[in-house]
Structures are given as structure tokens and as C-alpha cells.
């Protein structure tokens, strides 16, 4: 694991988590947040390794067998747990909760890393507060959050919030451009962070498809050849197949949407879609601020959506409905 | 590695090491047994997390070749060494990573899991150590055991507490409605001690003790505890907290004291939880001592019906009527492990928990709280 990475992107982080070790200030919790792709798990499983290896050094040899293991999630001592079928369920909770009422397998701290945090539901979270109240001597946990704030504030103020910067989307955005065109790279750099990851988007066969779906999609609500609704009827049935590709394709068309905000700012210059200016500043000068702002938030709450069993049709036809409305 | 080894005494330690291997876990390592063989001997090691075995195998029939460790995938290894043919079998390990098994005219060849993943157990021997009688041990388990509660929300409830002081080890099990407690004289003092072992570890160390008069050596410390027994070294992790103070919850002064026939007051007992509207385990029945000194006990689900069972105390009783009312599973899980025939049964009050003791178990308590009924 790039672990350099971890170091060269999140220097404050490093720094901040060896100063608690070296004047033996260990918090009972810690919530790492921070945007998608700023390696905020591989800083955790960095700081079990910390923690458990066995040189006497501050930075893990990543060679001992501690820390080897812990790299292979095989450490009895470190605990994760990652969120099924996108909740957090009380089991997984209850699970955690008997492995640490035990004592440890093997000398050394108990570690528990809790991945995607904001995902749990309410009564895992209700367990979970109960756990993080009574902190185990010599036990630690860390969770993990793209969104602190989706987060029970109850649980953040049992933690010590440690906060990643994000990486700059320039790295990504440049780094795809090297094979990619620069309009899909330049999408790709404000989806995410991590570069694997938008390596994963761009290269999917059907992204270059979503792109064109949006463009089409404002072409049509600003001339209105035909009604954008039989449009995607007609075209767009991939995007209702998977929620993955929904999922991606509402957060193309909320890039879209964010320049139409952006233009009618008068932010010109941070425009993504530059190609699309002629449309974007039509359609910008059809509307108000407060229309573009308040589409855009129908979008985000539907995206949000998403994974609660929701009616996608329809939800898509609401959508595009009020988009076409003055 | 190369070895030949008797199947019998290869399998008969795997059975017991088997004790100790995890179906459900997130480590696949521990779903092995790990084996290291040197030249006199085979050393197996098994683990779930909660308990670990080690076993030393030195039987007459082993022929080292060449020494070496392994992990094997356990549930394979241990059905396909069942069902071998033939006296001997012999094991080798090939390209690093197979593992050659053959016996008689079989000729198997299983993958090997990644040792490194395994778990880096201690089975560590203090100086000194408290020993008992396998019988003796085994006794305590089950009449304390039992009483640990099965719901996980207090998970310190799950275990076994053990205490000494001085030369005495007292055993306490509760699941907060029950209580059992056992008391054994040690033959040394010790250090003063306080450890929760989980009850789970303690139902496989009954499976893995046979029933002779050897002994069994118990080390501990404050991470855990490890038994050693035969070439068995069974170690379990314990339970952190503090165990809640039971003392007090024991009444001291028993106004009214009801001496039974075991036998006689159970079976009336199991008769009259046969008609209650709750499940089995749950059925609530009534004690009522009338003033002809004869005890009633009674179950009514207007539902289905009614039963009422007379009891006829063995000896003088002390104290007025009264009534009372309790599960009759806890009931009857605490009459079950008394060896004594005859039973006292000391009550302090109706709502106020009362105490089972036997004339031959001087040194066990059961308790049980009363249920409300009116």
C-alpha cells in the first residue's frame, strides 16, 4: 500500500497522530473525515500499524508480522467493520460490542476502525453511542465519514474529529488527462479524489454515454424540440438499470446544473461544461438564482435517495418536470 | 515436513483440537490448524479468537523425517483423516505448499492456508499455578455455567465469575434474575484474584475434560486463563469489567425455611408448568404454603387451565403462610445439578429473593428472584 501517499497528501494528519502517540495522548474515538479518495482507511489500518508494530521506531516497518497482518486484515487485535448493503446494521454493532468486552488475542492495543460511519442506522447508532461512552482502557476505535455532516452529533462529540484535506482535483483532473479526453477528466476530477477510482468511472463503457444524455437533456430543455421527459424515456433506460450508473449520472447532471449556478454568479471561469457555454448561458438567463440553486438541491435530494428503495421512474420524472418549468 | 504418524492418536487429538476452530470468523487463518512439527514431536494449534488449544502429540508410533509448520484448512484435514483407511498415514509436505496425504491406498493432496496470517498465540505457563481435580473443576462449571446470561447486552453477565482469597475459590454465575454459587477449598493460598471467564470457553473446556481423577493444573492472569490437562493446554481470553458485587444481594436472615424431597417438589413443579400460556421456558408458577402446612404449587392460564399439585415437606417447617411466585425453568435448572435428595428452600418474603441449598452441597448457593404476580 502507497503509504508515502499518505504522508506527501495528509502531511497535518500524520504529524498529528505521532504527537498523540509520542506524548501518550491517545484518544478513546477518532472520526477521520474527509472527502472521497483522501485515503482516510489506509490512514487508519496506517495508524493500527502504528500502534501494534513491533520496532521501537514511530514510523511502522510495515515487515513485521504485526503489521504485515494487519495489512491483510488478519490482526486479531484490529476489528473492521464496513457498512452491507450500504447500512451499518445494529448486528455488525452488537458483533463489535462482544469482541471488545473480551480481552485481546494478542498483547498490544484493540483496535476498531468503522468504515462509512454516516451509514449506520439508528438503533446501530444508538449502540454504538452506548460502546463509545464507556471507552475500554487501552481500546481504539477510529471511523471513517465522506460526511461529517450526516453524522449523529452525539457521535462526533464523543470523538476527536481529525480532518483530511482534500486533494486537489487538479492532480486527478491532470492525471487523467494524460489518456483522456479533457471534458471527461475534468468531470471525473470533481467526482472524486481517489485516483483508482476515477480511473474505475472514466474508463466504465457507458460514461461517455451519461455525458452526452446531460448535454442532450439541457439542449432539450432550453429548445425544447421535445419534452426532455420522453427523451430520457426513450434514451436513458441504461441509467435506470443500475443505481450505481443513476447514481453517476445525477451527479454529471448536478456538475451541470452547478455551472448554470456558476454562470449566473458570474463565476465564467470554473465552468466545466465550457463547450456547452452557448446553452449554459441561455437557459442561465432564463431563470432565477433561486430556481438554479433549488434544482440543484432537488437533485443532491435525490441522489441522497437513491439507496432507500425509491421509485426511480418517477422520481426521475419529477425531477426533469421541474426542470422545465420557468 | 515429512512424517508418519498411528491415525487413531493423530485423529483422537484432532477431534479435540477441533474444539477451537471457528466456522463463522473475519480471519480465514483461523478456520486452520496450524502444526509444527519438530523431531519428537507434533505440536497443534487451534484457535477462534475466544479459546485457543495446543496440543502435544508425542505418540510411540511417530516417525519424523524432516520438521517443519503448516496451517491446514481444519474441516477437510479432520473428515478426510476420519474417514482414511488403514493403521498409519502418512503426511509430507510438497512444492511448499500442498499437503501429500497417504494412508493404506489413498493418496490425497490438500492446498495449505498462509501461516503468516495466523494468529501469534502465548501459551504462557506461570510459576505458580492452582491445582484441582478434573471432577472437581467439571462440577464447578456446570453448577455455575448455567446461570450466565445468554443476552448479549451485558456482555459481562455472559461469564463465569472466579474469586480467590486466600486458600478458597468462589465461582458466580447470574443472569440478574438468578444466581449460583460455588465455593471450593483450595489445598495452597494464593494471590487474590478477581477474572470473568466467558461461559461460552467454558462449556468447550467440559467437552474437552474427560471424567478421571487427574489433575488439572490453572494458570492465569489478568488477560487470561489457561488450563493444562494431559498434553492440553486450552487457553480462553476473560471478560472485561467488573463483575457486579453479589454479596448483598443474599439475604442473611431466612424467616421461613421448607425442607423437600428433590424428586418430588421438581416433578410437581414440571407438571404444573405444563399448562402456562407463556412458552415453556417461561412458565411463571405459584408457592403457596397453607396453614395446614401443606405446599401448594399451582399454575392458572384461564385460557387453557389449571393445576395444582400438592407437596408434602419432609420435615418441620418454620415459619406462616405465605405465597410466592417464580419461573419455573430457573426453578428447576437450580434443583437439577443438586446431588443432595433433599432440598431446603428459604424464603424471606413474597416479592424478596430466596435461596436453594442442599444438605450434601454445603458449599453451592443457588438464588432466584420472585416474580410479581398481583
Known amino acids: 500500500m502507497a503509504f508515502n501517499d499518505i504522508v506527501d497528501t495528509q502531511p497535518h494528519v500524520v504529524k498529528l497522530l505521532e504527537n498523540s502517540i509520542k506524548r501518550d495522548r491517545l484518544s478513546h474515538a477518532y472520526l477521520f473525515e474527509g472527502e472521497p479518495g483522501t485515503k482516510k482507511f489506509e490512514t487508519a489500518l496506517y495508524f493500527a500499524q502504528m500502534l501494534l508494530c513491533k520496532e521501537d521506531e514511530n514510523v511502522p516497518c510495515l515487515t513485521c508480522h504485526n503489521c504485515v497482518r494487519i495489512a491483510h486484515y488478519t490482526h486479531p487485535n484490529v476489528y473492521v467493520v464496513t457498512p452491507e448493503k450500504n447500512t451499518i446494521r445494529k448486528q455488525a454493532i452488537t458483533d463489535l460490542q462482544r469482541e471488545f468486552s473480551k480481552t485481546s488475542v494478542e498483547p498490544g492495543p484493540k483496535i476498531f476502525i468503522i468504515k462509512q460511519i454516516e451509514l449506520i442506522n439508528a438503533s446501530a447508532a444508538n449502540s454504538l453511542l452506548k460502546f463509545l461512552e464507556e471507552p475500554h482502557p487501552n481500546t481504539h476505535g477510529i471511523l471513517t465519514t465522506n460526511n461529517i455532516n450526516k453524522l449523529l452529533p452525539t457521535i462526533i462529540s464523543r470523538s476527536q474529529v481529525v480532518k483530511f484535506s482534500p486533494t486537489n482535483n487538479q492532480i486527478v483532473e491532470k492525471y487523467l488527462s494524460e489518456t483522456h479526453a479533457s471534458l471527461p477528466a475534468k468531470i471525473v476530477s470533481h467526482l472524486t479524489n481517489s485516483k483508482t477510482e476515477a480511473t474505475n468511472i472514466i474508463e466504465a463503457d457507458y460514461f461517455l454515454d451519461l455525458v452526452s444524455y446531460v448535454k442532450e437533456l439541457y439542449r432539450l430543455i432550453l429548445t425544447k424540440e421535445q419534452p426532455p421527459l420522453i427523451y430520457f424515456k426513450e434514451s436513458c433506460s441504461i441509467v435506470i438499470q443500475d443505481t450505481k450508473i443513476s447514481a453517476l449520472f445525477l451527479s454529471i447532471m448536478s456538475l451541470f446544473q452547478r455551472d448554470l449556478v456558476h454562470y449566473k454568479t458570474n463565476n465564467i471561469d470554473t465552468l466545466i461544461f465550457k463547450e456547452e457555454l452557448n446553452t449554459i448561458k441561455q437557459l442561465a438567463n432564463q431563470k432565477t438564482k433561486e430556481k438554479l440553486i433549488e434544482e440543484l438541491e432537488h437533485m443532491m435530494r435525490f441522489k441522497s435517495r437513491l439507496y432507500n428503495y425509491i421509485n426511480q421512474r418517477l422520481a426521475y420524472d419529477n425531477l426533469l418536470l421541474s426542470l422545465e418549468r420557468r | ?374
Open chain 2, 1 to 374: 515436513m515429512n512424517f508418519q504418524i498411528n491415525k487413531d492418536a493423530l485423529l483422537k487429538n484432532l477431534i479435540i483440537a477441533q474444539k477451537a476452530l471457528s466456522n463463522k470468523t473475519p480471519n480465514p487463518a483461523l478456520k486452520g490448524i496450524k502444526m509444527d512439527v519438530t523431531e519428537d514431536k507434533i505440536v497443534i494449534t487451534t484457535s477462534n479468537s475466544d479459546i485457543a488449544i495446543k496440543l502435544e502429540v508425542k505418540d510411540s508410533s511417530l516417525n519424523v523425517e524432516s520438521g517443519g509448520s503448516m496451517l491446514i484448512p481444519g474441516k477437510y484435514f479432520i473428515q478426510i483423516i476420519r474417514k482414511l483407511d488403514g493403521l498409519k498415514v502418512s503426511l509430507s509436505l510438497i512444492d511448499d505448499n500442498m499437503l501429500r496425504i497417504e494412508a493404506d491406498r489413498s493418496d490425497i493432496t490438500l492446498n495449505m492456508m498462509d501461516l503468516e496470517d495466523f494468529p501469534e498465540l502465548k501459551f504462557a505457563e506461570k510459576v505458580k499455578s492452582i491445582n484441582v481435580n478434573v471432577r472437581l473443576l467439571k462440577s464447578i462449571i456446570r453448577q455455575t455455567a448455567f446461570a450466565t446470561s445468554s443476552i448479549e447486552n451485558r456482555p459481562i453477565l455472559t461469564g463465569v465469575n472466579f474469586q480467590i482469597h486466600d486458600n478458597k475459590l468462589k465461582a458466580i454465575a447470574t443472569d440478574s434474575y438468578r444466581l449460583s454459587q460455588k465455593e471450593i477449598e483450595l489445598n495452597d493460598e494464593y494471590e487474590p484474584l478477581d477474572i470473568i471467564i466467558p461461559g461460552n470457553s467454558l462449556d468447550e473446556l467440559l467437552k474437552v475434560l474427560e471424567n478421571n481423577n487427574d489433575q488439572v493444573e490453572i494458570h492465569f492472569d489478568h488477560s487470561k486463563i489457561l488450563f493444562k490437562y494431559d498434553n492440553i493446554l486450552f487457553q480462553s481470553r476473560l471478560l472485561e469489567g467488573n463483575y457486579p458485587e453479589t454479596s448483598k444481594l443474599v439475604p442473611t436472615e431466612f424467616p421461613i425455611i421448607i425442607k423437600f424431597n428433590k424428586e418430588n417438589l421438581a416433578t410437581a413443579i414440571e407438571r404444573a408448568s405444563l399448562l402456562s400460556s407463556r412458552d415453556g421456558n417461561n412458565a411463571i408458577v405459584k408457592l403457596e404454603l397453607r396453614k395446614d402446612n401443606v405446599v401448594e404449587v399451582t399454575s392458572n392460564s384461564p385460557e387453557i387451565g389449571k393445576v395444582l399439585e400438592e407437596v408434602y415437606p419432609v420435615d418441620e417447617i418454620v415459619g406462616k403462610p405465605f405465597k410466592i411466585s417464580f419461573s419455573s425453568k430457573y426453578f428447576l435448572d437450580a434443583l437439577k445439578i443438586f446431588n443432595s435428595s433433599e432440598v431446603s428452600v428459604n424464603f424471606t418474603g413474597e416479592i424478596r429473593p430466596f435461596t436453594i441449598v442442599g444438605e450434601y452441597d454445603k458449599d453451592m448457593l443457588q438464588l432466584i428472584l420472585p416474580v410479581r404476580t398481583e
